[in-house]
């Protein structure tokens, strides 16, 4: 029901910022949730950044302070803000939604978008 497309994703410099994007299009009523996952090389694919309906967050604390998630409702879009970036951040980052249909709860998730933190 609902197509998630993915985009921002380079390769920067230590330190460095992006900003990637999620854009969510299809059938559903309301959305309940927005979040950012990574994955790692290696490693289990780990919750980045949560936004709830309520404009809660949550954040791993390996990025607290330096990432932000936002959302815009009217774009159906959500953005996660990485700023000082560090080598350790490299991963595929994949978003995830929660959304109302008519008689329950979908989630869905994006292709992927690869970040790479590299001199």
């Known amino acids: 029901q609902v197509h998630l497309v993915e985009s921002g994703g380079d390769l920067v410099q230590p330190g460095g910022s992006l900003r990637l994007s999620c854009a969510a299009s299809?059938?559903?009523?309301?959305?309940?949730?927005w979040a950012w996952y990574r994955q790692a090389p290696g490693n289990e694919r780990e919750l980045v950044a949560r936004?709830?309906?309520?404009?809660?967050?949550r954040y791993a604390d390996s990025v607290r302070g330096r990432f932000i998630i936002s959302r815009d409702n009217a774009k159906n879009t959500v953005y996660l803000q990485m700023n000082s970036l560090k080598a350790e951040d490299t991963a595929v980052y994949y978003c995830?939604?929660?959304?109302?249909?008519?008689?329950?709860?979908?989630?869905?998730w994006g292709q992927g978008t690869q970040v790479t933190v590299s001199s």
């Open positions: 995830n939604v929660d959304v109302f249909g008519p008689l329950q709860e979908y989630v869905y």
């Open positions: 299809g059938s559903f009523f309301e959305i309940n949730y």
């Open positions: 936004i709830n309906r309520d404009r809660s967050t």
